[in-house]
């Protein structure tokens, strides 16, 4: 597609359930990045990818946070166990370049909500 | 520890007039800047861009202007149109980084 695109758009989990949120980048994209964004606060950085290789995840606020990116293009963010202060907007962006100094493309993102 | 920061949660400007949104940093190592525009149940879209060399830059109704010593950029938009009205995050990156937002600025152009 021309865009980022994400799913699901909306996820309703309770609590202790694993949950997957799944981003597709722009094609051709080298740089992936996921964002966490509560409720009337800017995106917070989780973690950042270079083609495959995760070059940063010291944004992950917990050992049940894990993402992931095989192939180079698709990554999936995984986050198990759920808790309440989970619930945010997960934001995916990707960019064309190496390493954040260019123009991020963002999806539209997932909101959880952990009940 | 919020290292961007945008003081002013919202602001209202008639159609017409210039819309002025404020961005301060506490990160000396910041060099690279971006706005982002967000309407509701999108993802944010990117505006506009400065790096650290520069003071100013301007795209059509747009300019971001960057005061290094005061650790503080700006972005006016003139003449502001109703379709302006969103929420506007600045972002800032020391090279090969991650970037840090700030909590954002709800703009309503009112016609």
């Known amino acids: 597609g021309a865009g980022v695109s994400q799913s699901p758009r909306y996820k309703v989990a309770k609590r202790g359930q694993d949950v997957a949120l799944r981003c597709d980048p722009i094609s051709g994209h080298v740089s992936l990045f996921w964002y966490q964004q509560a409720l009337g606060q800017g995106p917070e950085f989780l973690t950042y990818?270079?083609?495959?290789?995760?070059?940063?995840k010291s944004g992950l606020p917990s050992d049940r946070f894990f993402a992931e990116r095989p192939e180079g293009s698709v990554s999936t963010l995984k986050i198990q166990r759920t808790q309440q202060e989970d619930s945010a907007v997960y934001l995916c962006?990707?960019?064309?370049?190496?390493?954040?100094?260019?123009?991020?493309?963002f999806g539209e993102g997932s909101r959880l909500t952990v009940l | 520890d919020q290292q961007v920061k945008q003081n002013s949660p919202s602001l209202s400007v008639q159609e017409g007039r210039i819309s002025i949104l404020n961005c301060d940093y506490t990160n000396s190592m910041f060099d690279y800047f971006l706005w982002y525009k967000k309407y509701p149940a999108e993802g944010p879209t990117f505006l506009i861009s400065?790096?650290?060399?520069?003071d100013k830059n301007e795209d059509g109704r747009f300019t971001v202007f960057l005061n290094k010593s005061a650790k503080h950029l700006s972005l006016h938009i003139v003449p502001s149109q109703p379709g302006d009205s969103a929420v506007y995050f600045c972002?800032?990156?020391?090279?090969?980084?991650?970037?840090?937002f700030g909590t954002g600025t709800s703009l309503t152009v009112i016609p």
């Open positions: 972002a800032a990156s020391p090279t090969g980084n991650q970037f840090y």
């Open positions: 962006a990707s960019s064309r370049g190496q390493g954040p100094t260019g123009e991020l493309f």
């Open positions: 400065i790096s650290s060399i520069k």
């Open positions: 990818f270079q083609n495959e290789a995760q070059l940063d």
